[in-house]
């Protein structure tokens, strides 16, 4: 740098707030956060006291910059130091506190934590002990005869033939050399056609310091475009840990890690992969994320959101591809005799998938209303068609009987006992297929997976279980629903009738009066009615009157008496 530039850009962070950074720091005690959130020539002061840079520019002499970070700095000629012919050299004084970084392991440690993966090379000089051949004295080669006992012609014959040689011993002894130390290449800068899978393994076991020999089921390398850009590289290991879930729910450090512009920045953001998704590895890179900012305001940071909906996207894309590609899981009838060498190679590999993360899936769909229908189409589940092996909510509904409109389920603690359940008879030998939850988070699973594909889930060994004729019954009582009622209704009318008729009838005879004798005889003249087949608004048709002959008149005949009356 020139004199210019070592004011421009150092002489300006000294005046605008060094002090006061550092004093932030040091009252929270902590010196951890050297390489995080682009905090740069700052971070120096974490450790140092008293900062010197030594700088040449072609164009200009060589300069020192020089600050206690107490606000001030001073820069004056190098006429003291060794030309650096072209460059920049910076020294730090130490703090007594901070002495631990001048070890080797420690300063190892940081660039393959923080800057493991940025674009220039960083060396170290470094000490080591090594294994050197160097010729023995000849005090020691007499001593060593003076003691050798008598020998034979043969070996002494073997004796010359070694003296002609130069004895050498091995000594060990320290050399000093730049140590390369970010030797591992960021392989998602690269486009993914330009890495080998070998690549690919090599540097899933280098971020995820797996040292084991199996290669990763499989990887999702992208780059995302738009509002927030990254770059980003996700894996799914060979095995899970065996802490998995029991720190589920406790644990926040995530196997992805955030970097900015190839710095490290942190492998605890929770945020960017939901809980069910922590067993993959992998990196996110962006450009745009902003630096000068704390952890917890990084966190809440509107990209983290955006980013974790892509994240979210590929890594589902990435295992619904694994089950494509195995050939146990979909036919691979219409491939190519090389498409389906390929795809024996990764037989398998979904069940196997499946073993290891299978309650992850299950609790996504748990826990995640929006992505809940995606995750079902990885659920796997043995029933009594599967043969013993996985089947998918798909393959149950592509044999589902004609008319059946509901997934029958049982949960229980094994295959075994489920399938002596007397739940299944009923439907077995109607065959109908019933799926085996054996999982103990199967019960909370089905709480909320309540259906799939409009298709209801229906669990046989529940009260109320309903097949698909009894479905249509149902269909049918709705529809006769309305005549139903109507019938009733008529028929609860007439009983009433009848009721009344007898009760009034039974009171008549045993000597009691009738409170209204004119709705009796209208009910006995319904009744005969009734009993006639005749119509309530029937009307009586009269006979036009036939010509009578004339009679001669006679007398007329005396009245007759009441009694009479009442007889006719």
């Known amino acids: 740098m020139t004199k210019e530039d070592l004011i421009k850009n150092l002489g300006t962070i000294a005046k605008s707030g060094t002090s006061a950074f550092v004093e932030k720091m040091q009252s929270g005690g902590d010196l951890n956060l050297i390489g995080q959130f682009g905090v740069g020539f700052y971070s120096v002061y974490l450790v140092a ?10 164009d200009d002499k060589q300069y020192v910059w020089e600050s206690k970070a107490d606000g001030s700095f001073a820069i004056s000629e190098d006429t003291w130091n060794e030309p650096l012919g072209r460059g920049t050299e910076i020294r730090l004084h130490l703090r007594d506190e901070a002495k631990e970084y001048l070890e080797e392991d420690k300063l190892k440690d940081l660039v393959k934590k923080y800057s493991e993966f940025i674009n220039f090379p960083i060396y170290l000089w470094s000490t080591k002990e ?17 003691s050798t006992p008598e020998t034979t012609e043969e070996e002494t014959e073997e004796d010359e033939e070694k003296e002609k040689k130069p004895k050498t011993k091995t000594i060990k002894e320290t050399t000093s050399e730049w140590e390369l130390l970010n030797d591992v290449k960021a392989v998602w800068l690269r486009s993914p056609k330009e890495v080998t899978d070998e690549e690919y393994s090599k540097f899933y076991h280098s971020l995820a310091k797996d040292f084991g020999d199996d290669k990763p089921m499989g990887w999702s390398h992208f780059t995302a475009e738009g509002d927030v850009e990254f770059k980003a590289l996700l894996f799914i290991p060979p095995k899970a840990p065996h802490d998995l879930y029991e720190s589920y729910y406790n644990s926040n450090k995530s196997n992805l890690k955030l970097y900015v512009r ?3 920045i942190s492998d605890e953001f929770d945020d960017l992969l939901p809980k069910y998704l922590s067993f993959l590895k992998g990196i996110v890179d962006s450009d745009t994320l902003p630096l000068n900012v704390s952890r917890e305001m990084l966190q809440q940071h509107s990209s983290l959101k955006t980013i974790k909906k892509k994240l979210i996207r590929k890594a589902l894309d990435m295992i619904r591809k694994l ?30 998938f499946w073993n290891e993360f299978g309650k992850s899936i299950k609790l996504g769909i748990i826990e995640d209303a929006t992505n809940r229908n995606r995750l079902a189409k990885l659920l796997r589940f043995e029933s009594t068609k599967s043969d013993g092996k996985l089947a998918s909510l798909d393959e149950y509904i592509s044999r589902m009987k004609s008319g059946q409109k509901d997934i029958f389920y049982i949960t229980g603690s094994s295959k075994e006992q489920l399938e002596k359940s007397p739940f299944l008879e009923r439907l077995t030998k109607k065959n109908y297929e019933v799926i085996f939850f054996t999982d103990p988070v199967d019960e909370y699973l089905m709480q909320y997976l309540m259906d799939y594909e409009d298709k209801k889930f229906q669990n046989v060994s529940k009260e109320g279980l309903k097949l698909g004729k009894d479905s249509k019954l ?60 005749l119509s309530p608004d029937a009307t009586v048709e009269e006979d036009e009157a036939e010509e009578q002959p004339e009679v001669e008149e006679k007398e007329p005949e005396p009245e007759p008496s009441s009694y009479d009356k009442d007889e006719l």
Request: net charge negative; aromatic share 8%; charged share 40%.
């Open 130 to 146: 090594v294994d050197v051949e160097v010729p023995t004295d000849e005090d020691e080669t007499s001593e060593e005869e003076d």
């Open 474 to 533: 149902k269909e049918l009582k709705e529809s006769f629903k309305e005549v139903d009622c109507n019938v009733k209704q008529q028929q609860s009318e007439e009983l009433k009738h009848t009721a009344r008729l007898v009760y009034q009838t039974a009171l008549m005879e045993s000597g009691f009066n009738l409170p209204d004798p004119k709705e009796f005889a209208s009910s006995i003249y319904k009744s005969v009615q009734k009993g006639l087949d």
């Open 323 to 352: 089950a494509e590609e195995d050939p146990d899981e979909y036919s691979n009838k219409d491939k190519t005799d090389e498409e389906k060498s390929e795809m024996e190679e990764k037989k398998g590999q979904y069940a196997k």
């Open 49 to 58: 006291d008293y900062v010197e840079v030594v700088s040449k520019h072609n």
């Open 262 to 264: 190839r710095v490290f």
